[in-house]
């Protein structure tokens, strides 16, 4: 008998269906919208998707708010059982998200620290191990907290626009990503890759993040969602279980490695951030920043 | 002096011989075959060579038979000092290996799934720490199963044929390839790439398996076996110990870590398989199978 | 406000300064020269950049003179506030370095054998966690040895001349690389790469070379150390503190592995190397190079 198991897959996908094709049922279309200060989430239900918009001008800076709002935006699709997938994008023109938000990390207390790297932690726990197909639309520039956002999802679609950059950019103002940024970046470019680009901060122009692998299509600017969109519908036609099966064989050990050392990681940035050096630094750059936007 | 231990070596292979050149014994050049239901193997003694051509039709499915099969015949070559190669190909047109035999997961009991495991875990773990020298001719469609064989091997070339295709497409159908396949993946394509080609059970055609690097090389169908006979010969130029040594040192982490989780990767199995949820599943893939046969 | 950590990074290198941006006090522009009998050092104290060029004509051999004062050289420079940068080349025409010398493996005692394999660990711990920025100019081959300093480096900047390789082919003269030069390699050229190349002791040409990504750039030979200089120089921009930390995060796996098993790994070298096949096999070695030569 014609019995391989692989065999078949080639073209008999829809042989299988009932119980491993899913959770979405059938028929549903309406479109559910809810809504923090921070981020937008439209949920076509009949598709099972939600597109989650980060919408804090000018430069959807990762807030303790916006992270928090974001963690818990995030957890409730998840629970969702109409949700399947999720695609995240921005809201701002020209901005997919600037990363941590520098105010967060200057004169503030100890503690104030201390519970703004916890919800970056969240942040990127909840995004990691999401259980939905994740999918960014990177319609804009994506340095530092926000390629940690994008290289967390599953599939990473960019404008092919010049002037967007991406990249783990820290080094360059004196900051150094933490372990789990860098874990991260490894599982997606390799070990050398990340290595260079690590110790020189180095964003990449969106032609040269797809040649290294930071982002896996370029596609015209106004074409961003429907390329995701697309996208999207190709993973949800796996079945669920087995694809939730395998993210997380590839991704529990980097998982484990944060939620085994979370406290520590959180002592390491607090005491990184309170020297007084450090505050100095930010300090500076945010009155240069200041400086530009006026 | 001109001594530096790299230098030499540019031309001077053959200075190096005697105790390091390997097992061979010269002058010997006869060839013997020997055959069970599933495997046929033919040594040429006079090269060290041997070709184990997998013929169950109709799609060299990976059953208990054949597994057991395979590793004695395997077993068999490894302890013969007269072979250093194996060249692993298939006698079936248009296919290598459909990968694990349906048939024997479903309907059986939870001894039998537990003793087929264990002898597809045996097959990989000879494959993939044997000292010989092992390379895969890829003659036909090589999904699953297929493809892990091929991916133990040390060098694999495929036919250039646009309908044949290779991956592990186990999640397409609802089947989770266990670590060790990922693992043995991650090895070969690293760990982005087998992300994505485990989540989506991703099958390569020919080309784009040479670009992704789950091939090594690609040649007109009829030369696939004369090309694997070349690169056999380039690998066995080198001496055995030091390659042997090198060949475990990459591999052996690997092969420890099925050799410590065996027993519980059986019972992960056979708790997978004997779930009522699969076994409809596999049962209403295999109606599908016989439906397209017919 | 505009406050992302990442976006202003963008085009705002010039706001950190201060505590940040390193070592070298302004405006020394004396040149320091000093050298050993095989390492020769010129240090620009106003660019903060030493060069230290190999010069044990004829191919640069690492015996364990050469190693003791390269080491030696490299803490110096590890130790002057002044040197924030080294570039390793060689003063030999055609030859970067032909790796481990062999005489210090022949017909010598155990005790030589351990000190002289402390001095190759040596070379390796001080150079690939060296604190500075490591540039590899090379401007010849570079196989066995010679490439592991090579892929020890930061960025290696290889001459675009044909007769040149670089490679780890230690098995290609029955000798066995270490697992440290194994773990070098795979965090430079990943897991696959490595495999084949350690397996078949492969030189690589300098344009394969640069293909696999065991070098960053090819240029013209007489231009190797311009280019070593000027890339020196975009890698000194970033803030020393952030690149460092960030080096070791990436390095210090791979490091401790060898530091946990030092007394193992000379225990493994000398009952390798005092082997009688072994002996025997490097005096024919030495023998066919003596003849080369003359």
């Given at each position: 008998?014609?019995?391989?198991?692989?065999?078949?897959a080639?073209g008999?996908?829809?042989?299988?269906?009932?119980?491993?094709?899913?959770?979405?049922?059938?028929?549903?279309?309406?479109?559910?919208?809810?809504?923090?200060?921070?981020?937008?989430?439209?949920?076509?239900?009949?598709?099972?998707?939600a597109?989650?918009?980060?919408?804090?001008?000018?430069?959807?800076?990762?807030?303790?708010?916006?992270?928090?709002?974001?963690?818990?935006?995030?957890?409730?699709?998840?629970?969702?059982?109409?949700?399947?997938?999720?695609?995240?994008?921005?809201?701002?023109?020209?901005?997919?998200?600037?990363?941590?938000?520098?105010?967060?990390?200057?004169?503030?207390?100890?503690?104030?620290?201390?519970?703004?790297?916890?919800?970056?932690?969240?942040?990127?726990?909840?995004?990691?191990?999401?259980?939905?197909?994740?999918?960014?639309?990177?319609?804009?520039?994506?340095?530092?907290?926000?390629?940690?956002?994008?290289?967390?999802?599953?599939?990473?679609?960019?404008?092919?626009?010049?002037?967007?950059?991406?990249?783990?950019?820290?080094?360059?103002?004196?900051?150094?990503?933490?372990?789990?940024?860098?874990?991260?970046?490894?599982?997606?470019?390799?070990?050398?890759?990340?290595?260079?680009?690590?110790?020189?901060?180095?964003?990449?122009?969106?032609?040269?993040?797809?040649?290294?692998?930071?982002?896996?299509e370029?596609?015209?600017?106004?074409?961003?969602?429907?390329?995701?969109?697309?996208?999207?519908?190709?993973?949800?036609?796996?079945p669920?279980?087995?694809?939730?099966?395998?993210?997380?064989?590839?991704?529990?050990?980097?998982?484990?490695?944060?939620?085994?050392?979370?406290?520590?990681?959180?002592?390491?940035?607090?005491s990184?951030?309170?020297?007084?050096?450090?505050?100095?630094?930010?300090?500076?750059?945010?009155?240069?920043?200041?400086?530009?936007?006026?």
């Amino acid at each position: 008998a014609r019995r391989g198991l692989g065999l078949g897959a080639v073209g008999a996908r829809g042989a299988v269906s009932g119980p491993l094709s899913g959770w979405a049922g059938p028929g549903r279309a309406s479109r559910r919208l809810f809504s923090t200060r921070n981020i937008l989430v439209e949920l076509e239900e009949g598709a099972g998707v939600a597109v989650m918009k980060m919408k804090s001008p000018p430069v959807n800076s990762l807030s303790l708010d916006f992270l928090t709002e974001f963690s818990i935006s995030l957890e409730k699709l998840e629970n969702d059982r109409g949700c399947r997938g999720v695609i995240l994008t921005s809201a701002v023109p020209k901005i997919f998200s600037a990363g941590l938000d520098i105010k967060e990390m200057c004169g503030k207390s100890a503690e104030h620290y201390a519970e703004f790297w916890r919800a970056v932690q969240e942040m990127w726990l909840k995004l990691y191990k999401s259980n939905m197909v994740t999918i960014a639309a990177i319609n804009g520039n994506c340095p530092a907290g926000g390629c940690l956002m994008a290289v967390s999802c599953d599939y990473r679609i960019m404008a092919e626009n010049p002037k967007y950059s991406i990249g783990l950019n820290e080094t360059q103002l004196g900051i150094v990503a933490p372990f789990w940024f860098k874990d991260t970046m490894v599982n997606t470019i390799g070990h050398r890759a990340t290595e260079r680009s690590l110790q020189l901060g180095l964003l990449y122009s969106a032609s040269d993040a797809l040649k290294i692998g930071i982002v896996d299509e370029l596609v015209p600017e106004e074409k961003v969602l429907n390329a995701a969109a697309a996208t999207m519908s190709q993973w949800l036609a796996i079945p669920d279980y087995a694809r939730q099966i395998s993210k997380s064989m590839m991704r529990k050990p980097t998982l484990d490695r944060l939620l085994t050392h979370r406290e520590s990681d959180i002592q390491n940035f607090v005491s990184f951030v309170t020297k007084d050096s450090i505050q100095k630094s930010l300090q500076m750059y945010m009155e240069s920043l200041k400086q530009r936007k006026g």
